[in-house]
């Protein structure tokens, strides 16, 4: 009796974690090829090899995938930019990272975006709402960013903080549409020439003036990505 009890009470496991991931992914890959009404439960079991039932070990429903896929992009994304807020540094430095970050991460994550971009309307208006929240934060570092540029001269103080935030992140987001693994412009070549966009785009007549023209910004060294030998020798 005290050993039945003993298993009666033993936690049970979860599902393995390279599975999950396995799962996930074929979820993803489903949604990216056949849209998210167009993709079934049972096609993502097929895709993995299991029964149908047996998804929903994984997931409450077809949505919850979608949830799972997107969730972690909004969290990653906003806890690479964060720190921005405090960066003690000039806002056109702090500018420049940010872009730089954006734009590896969703070259990084390419799958995820396009998903996120396509499919957010068929979430739940709960999870919307929750995902929302997370995107006004990140707005919110851009926007912030931008103020303390205006602030110290370096941002021109005729640009509107929300529609010049909601450009930079439209221009970046295109990626989606446009961008490939393998193309013309690496990921960090990508970053660097968007950047350049972005200061010259926003940069106060005296700050590009300081630096030498609009030229001379756009390759000032706050837009330099270290090499990759770089990034392995810190490492």
């Known amino acids: 009796m005290v050993q039945n009890a003993a298993k009666r009470g033993r936690p049970r496991r979860g599902p393995d974690a390279e599975r999950v991931r396995e799962v996930l992914d074929a979820a993803a890959d489903a949604f990216l090829e056949n849209g998210y009404d167009a993709t079934s439960m049972q096609g993502i079991a097929d895709a993995v090899g299991l029964m149908k039932g047996s998804l929903y070990y994984y997931v409450a429903s077809k949505e919850d995938f979608l949830f799972q896929i997107i969730e972690p992009a909004y969290v990653t994304a906003l806890d690479a930019v964060a720190s921005l807020s405090e960066d003690p540094r000039a806002p056109l430095d702090r500018l420049t990272d940010f872009v730089h970050s954006h734009v590896l991460f969703v070259a990084a994550n390419l799958r995820t975006f396009r998903i996120r971009l396509r499919e957010f309307s068929q979430l739940s208006p709960q999870r919307q709402k ?12 851009l926007m912030g960013i931008l103020r303390d540029g205006v602030d110290s001269g370096d941002i021109d103080p005729a640009i509107d903080l929300r529609l010049s935030s909601v450009a930079i992140l439209g221009m970046l987001n ?48 706050r837009n330099r990505l270290p090499s990759q030998t770089e990034t392995e020798a810190d490492n």
């Open 130 to 141: 929750q995902l929302s929240r997370s995107e006004d934060d990140y707005y919110a570092v």
């Open 174 to 221: 295109s990626m989606t549409e446009w961008y490939s693994v393998g193309g013309r412009y690496a990921p960090r070549e990508l970053a660097y020439q968007l950047a350049g966009m972005v200061l010259t785009s926003l940069g106060s007549d005296a700050a590009t003036l300081a630096t030498g023209g609009p030229e001379a910004l756009r390759r000032s060294p």
